[in-house]
C-alpha cells in the first residue's frame, strides 16, 4: 500500500466514529454540539442538523475507508484505522465531558 492509503485509513476512523454520537442523538430528538453551532462545537444544534452532519461524517469515511484499501491482510492499515478510531474517541469523550450538565 502507498503512504496515503493509511492516511486515508486513519481519517476514516476518525470520520466514522464521529458520526456515532451525531446519529445517535439526532434520531434521539437531542440537540449536540456539531461546528455548525454557536459558538462553533460548543453550542447545540438541532437534531435534524446532527442527522445531516452525521450523514456527511459516514459519507466521508466511507469514501475515505474504501480509498484507504484497509482489509484484514493489512494489519497495519488496521492498526492505523483503530488509531483513528481510539483518537478520536477520547478526544470527544474530553471535549463532551460537561455537555450533559449543561
Do not use: C, Q
Not at 476512523?13 to 440537540?31: D, E
Not at 442538523?49 to 469515511?61: D, E, K, P, S
Not at 475507508?65 to 484505522?81: A, E, P, V, Y
Amino acid at each position: 500500500m502507498k503512504w496515503y492509503n493509511y492516511i486515508a485509513a486513519f481519517f476514516a476512523g476518525i470520520f466514522l466514529t464521529n458520526a456515532v454520537p451525531h446519529f445517535v442523538n439526532g434520531i434521539s430528538g437531542n440537540a449536540f454540539p456539531t461546528p455548525f453551532a454557536t459558538p462553533h462545537g460548543i453550542g447545540l444544534s438541532s437534531p435534524l442538523t446532527n442527522i445531516l452532519w452525521a450523514l456527511f461524517n459516514l459519507l466521508v469515511g466511507y469514501l475515505l475507508f474504501r480509498t484507504s484499501k484497509t482489509n484484514s491482510k493489512n494489519w497495519l492499515s488496521l492498526l492505523i484505522f483503530f488509531l483513528g478510531i481510539a483518537l478520536i474517541s477520547i478526544f470527544l469523550s474530553i471535549h463532551f465531558v460537561g455537555k450533559m450538565a449543561a
